[in-house]
């Protein structure tokens, strides 16, 4: 199973970013995929999630109205679409997925399941 990301970078406040992520290895197409983030020296926060067998989604209240999480069923990919950034958006973002061929955003919102899902290598979002 591998987790690829990209798309962050450095924006100024209200700026946008799109992050990526690319998921392959997987046996079934019925799957948890979002995205934590993490300051250093702060407990990590889930961001947005999507289940990609339905419409369900999750957002973090402090991204509703801004973020836009999607899917790419042909090439296995889900975005972060993440506008009108503010400095506390600022963190490393990691793309974080769970196999589950069934709803599945509850546990993913799980902390203890989360140490069991697969995880990407995170990509760094700067907004000053």
């Known amino acids: 199973v591998q987790l690829v990301e990209s798309g962050g970078g450095e924006v100024q406040a209200g700026g946008s970013l799109r992050l990526s992520c690319v998921v392959s290895?997987?046996?079934?197409?019925?799957?948890?995929i979002g995205w934590i983030r993490q300051v250093p020296g702060e407990e990590r926060e889930e961001v947005a999630a999507i289940y990609t067998g339905g419409a369900d989604t999750y957002y973090n209240d402090s991204v509703k109205g801004r973020f836009i999480i999607s899917q790419d069923k042909g090439e296995n990919a889900v975005y972060l679409q993440m506008n009108g950034l503010k400095p506390e958006d600022t963190a490393r973002y990691y793309c974080?997925?769970?196999?589950?061929?069934?709803?599945?955003?509850?546990?993913?919102?799980?902390?203890?399941?989360?140490?069991?899902?697969?995880w990407g290598q995170g990509t760094q979002v700067t907004v000053s």
């Open positions: 974080a997925a769970l196999q589950a061929n069934n709803p599945c955003l509850d546990m993913w919102l799980d902390k203890k399941i989360q140490s069991l899902m697969d």
């Open positions: 290895g997987y046996f079934y197409t019925k799957n948890c």
